[in-house]
């Protein structure tokens, strides 16, 4: 059963998604209802940045199971008969599945991942879902997950990519992919930030109050979300800084997150991303 938001956070801001599955239309009215729930997220907690940890694995652990509910990336609605697969972060085409399944009726798979040398450190990857309906998403989990857990991840559909591209001029076009990015904060959503990518010809966008683009924004607003299209697939660096007035992304600004991840043409690789830990 989802879980509500408590009682002092009746907007499901402090959330703490994909952590806490559940409180769903609560945490959609904050990313994309506008009105007094994206006022009421639009403040960001940044204190944790530059002393973040990953969480370090159980020694008695022999398994991690995850319970993956996917949904549409607007509505909400379930989207079962979609195939779900755990692959390694080194995977690039997913070629051996750490684990597999296939959403039920509650639009949710579980995947029981066996202890081996890929998840001594716990699981550091993606889930990869395919299904009717649906372009092929990559979906990445941040902090990597070291123990059971629920997560509730979207999947990309055509009618949530597509007006966003043709806002920017561009289409689904066969040879590039595809990145969304909700921005968190220590808590609560990741507000006043930017985005940079390492592909120089990728085209980053910021997303306000239901979901449209906004294509004069420099930096995240209420809704902390962050699109990045007309990106060459492989390897590509997504760096987020701290961005208190509208400006360049640039370097001299903090860093608050930094990864890597794997883009395919024709293909959404979307994640929540917190801050990460520094680099050492």
Same mark, same amino acid.
């Given at each position: 059963?989802?879980?509500?938001?408590?009682?002092?956070?009746?907007?499901?801001?402090?959330?703490?998604y994909p952590q806490e599955?559940?409180?769903?239309?609560? !945490? /959609?009215?904050?990313? =994309?209802?506008?009105?007094?729930?994206?006022?009421?997220?639009?403040?960001?907690?940044?204190?944790?940045?530059?002393?973040?940890?990953?969480? #370090?694995?159980? !020694?008695?652990?022999?398994? =991690?199971?995850?319970?993956?509910?996917?949904?549409?990336? +607007?509505?909400?609605?379930?989207?079962?008969?979609?195939?779900?697969?755990?692959?390694?972060?080194?995977?690039?085409?997913?070629?051996?599945?750490?684990?597999?399944?296939?959403?039920?009726?509650?639009?949710?798979?579980?995947?029981?991942?066996e202890r081996r040398a890929?998840?001594?450190?716990?699981? !550091?990857?993606?889930?990869?879902?395919?299904?009717?309906?649906?372009?092929?998403? /990559?979906?990445?989990?941040?902090?990597?997950?070291?123990?059971?857990?629920?997560?509730?991840?979207?999947?990309?559909?055509?009618?949530?990519?597509?007006?966003?591209?043709?806002?920017?001029?561009?289409?689904?076009?066969?040879?590039?992919?595809? =990145?969304? =990015?909700?921005?968190?904060?220590?808590?609560?959503?990741?507000?006043?930030?930017?985005?940079?990518?390492? #592909?120089?010809?990728?085209?980053?966008?910021?997303?306000?109050?239901?979901?449209?683009? #906004?294509?004069?924004?420099?930096?995240?607003?209420?809704?902390?979300?962050?699109? +990045?299209?007309?990106?060459?697939?492989?390897l590509v660096t997504i760096?987020?800084?701290?961005?208190?007035?509208?400006?360049?992304?640039?370097?001299?600004?903090?860093?608050?997150?930094?990864?890597?991840?794997?883009?395919?043409?024709? @293909?959404? @690789? !979307?994640?929540? /991303?917190?801050?990460?830990?520094?680099?050492?």
């Amino acid at each position: 059963m989802p879980v509500d938001p408590p009682s002092d956070d009746p907007c499901g801001c402090q959330v703490e998604y994909p952590q806490e599955a559940g409180a769903v239309d609560a !945490f /959609l009215n904050c990313l =994309i209802g506008g009105g007094p729930c994206a006022e009421a997220c639009e403040a960001s907690d940044w204190v944790c940045v530059g002393e973040v940890e990953w969480p #370090d694995p159980p !020694f008695d652990r022999h398994a =991690i199971t995850l319970d993956v509910e996917v949904v549409h990336p +607007v509505s909400g609605a379930l989207l079962p008969g979609t195939t779900v697969h755990a692959c390694a972060g080194s995977d690039e085409r997913c070629a051996e599945p750490l684990g597999e399944a296939t959403t039920d009726g509650t639009g949710t798979a579980r995947l029981v991942l066996e202890r081996r040398a890929t998840l001594v450190a716990g699981f !550091f990857g993606y889930l990869e879902a395919r299904g009717p309906g649906i372009l092929d998403t /990559l979906m990445y989990l941040y902090p990597p997950v070291v123990n059971s857990s629920r997560w509730l991840r979207y999947a990309a559909t055509r009618d949530y990519i597509e007006p966003n591209l043709r806002q920017l001029g561009l289409a689904i076009d066969g040879v590039h992919g595809h =990145i969304g =990015i909700n921005l968190r904060a220590c808590t609560g959503g990741g507000t006043g930030a930017c985005v940079s990518v390492s #592909d120089p010809g990728a085209v980053v966008y910021y997303l306000v109050e239901g979901g449209v683009v #906004d294509r004069s924004r420099t930096r995240t607003g209420a809704t902390s979300l962050v699109g +990045v299209s007309n990106v060459m697939p492989g390897l590509v660096t997504i760096q987020a800084r701290r961005a208190p007035v509208d400006g360049p992304c640039t370097a001299d600004l903090e860093l608050v997150s930094e990864v890597t991840v794997w883009v395919r043409a024709d @293909t959404a @690789t !979307f994640m929540d /991303l917190p801050p990460t830990p520094p680099r050492r």
